[in-house]
């Protein structure tokens, strides 16, 4: 059984490992692959993030986080970043996670959420987020240097609460 819950010092390694893993394929986030740990977990753990973690059985299987997608008159919609560890892919993780955000955004005052970079070839993330009603509201031109694909766009995906 998923258990989700925020994040505490001792997951950060854990944490960095899934991230570590995610980021090098070059394929889905627009982090360098040989980005450091320091730098990751700098910009994972910013004081405006609410940062969680889903594990199975005592391991962490997942990381996210939510917070406003801008300050001030702005900061009703939400953003969201979420990691699923490879090994733990193909078993509905990513939409137990995505699901139970939405509910925590709500609890947390959001009324939409917005996810600013979905690459566009990144199609499991595509579908799993329309699936759970998100839509297409915006495509940026050549926005990621995709390892196997060259320049690559990416979706501006949004979702009322």
Known sequence: MLCIRSAAEPDKPAIWQIIKAVIAGGDTYVFAPDASEDEMMAFWFTPDKHNYVAEIDGEIVATFWLRANNPGLG??????????????????????????SLDEARRLGFTAMQFNFVVKSNTYAVKLWQDIGFEIIGEIPDAMHHSKNGLTNAYIMYRKL
């Open 75 to 100: 900061k009703h919609i939400g953003n969201a970043a979420y990691m699923v560890a490879p090994n733990a892919h193909g078993k509905g993780i990513g939409k137990q996670i995505g699901i139970w």
